[in-house]
């Protein structure tokens, strides 16, 4: 597609419960980064893939959240037994290099 | 940690003045770049500048980078209403392929 695609745009989830967020990167772009932001707040690196490397993992908060990409296509971004704490806009984006990101519109999730 | 951290956090200013934010950060760099974000959602990216580059311009925008005090500024000369944004710096640390970024500073342009 002409952009990177996320999706759901808005998820209100219960806590305790699964959730798992999709991203579509742009066909062609070989790196792809998860981040969250907290209302208010900057955006925190959570995890990256790069093309069939093991991917960074360094930012993942705990071992509740764990991403998946096949090749280089779709990445879901998944949340086991979800906290309040957990609410933010979780966006990803996608590059060929690192001469600048293209961001989804992020997914909006709130923890209730 | 954050790698970056912007200054000031909010800046109210009169349309058609200039706009200047900082962003200071940490360890050695290949890049930095700044996005705009509006409305809390998708970032956009607005430009990058190399370690090795010191200015930069795109239209109403100007970049300066200081390694040697690990700085950076974005000027917006002739602030318009839609500029009202919130304004992020992103780094990648050497030997690194992700970007950190600032808080950000909440820009607002009063018509």
């Known amino acids: 597609g002409a952009g990177v695609s996320q999706s759901p745009s808005n998820k209100v989830t219960e806590k305790g419960k699964d959730v798992e967020l999709r991203c579509d990167p742009i066909?062609?772009?070989?790196?792809l980064y998860w981040y969250r932001q907290r209302l208010g707040q900057g955006l925190e690196f959570l995890i990256y893939?790069?093309?069939?490397?093991?991917?960074?993992k360094s930012g993942l908060p705990s071992d509740r959240f764990s991403a998946e990409r096949t090749g280089e296509s779709v990445s879901t971004l998944t949340i086991q037994r979800t906290q309040q704490e957990d609410s933010a806009v979780y966006l990803c984006a996608s590059s060929t290099t690192s001469w600048g990101y293209t961001f989804g519109s992020g997914t909006r999730l709130t923890v209730v | 940690s954050q790698q970056g951290e912007e200054d000031p956090q909010a800046l109210s200013i009169q349309e058609g003045e200039n706009a200047t934010m900082n962003c200071s950060y940490k360890?050695?760099?290949?890049?930095l770049q700044w996005y705009r974000q509006n409305s809390g959602r998708g970032l956009v990216h607005l430009i990058l500048i190399r370690s090795n580059e010191r200015e930069k311009h795109s239209g109403r925008l100007r970049v300066t980078l200081d390694t040697s005090k690990k700085s950076s500024s974005l000027l917006i000369t002739a602030s318009r209403a839609a500029d009202t944004a919130s304004y992020f710096c992103?780094?990648?640390?050497?030997?690194?392929?992700?970007?950190?970024f600032g808080t950000g500073t909440r820009l607002k342009v009063l018509a």
């Open positions: 066909s062609g772009h070989t790196a």
């Open positions: 893939f790069q093309g069939n490397s093991a991917p960074d």
């Open positions: 992103a780094t990648d640390a050497t030997g690194t392929y992700k970007y950190i």
């Open positions: 360890t050695s760099i290949n890049n």
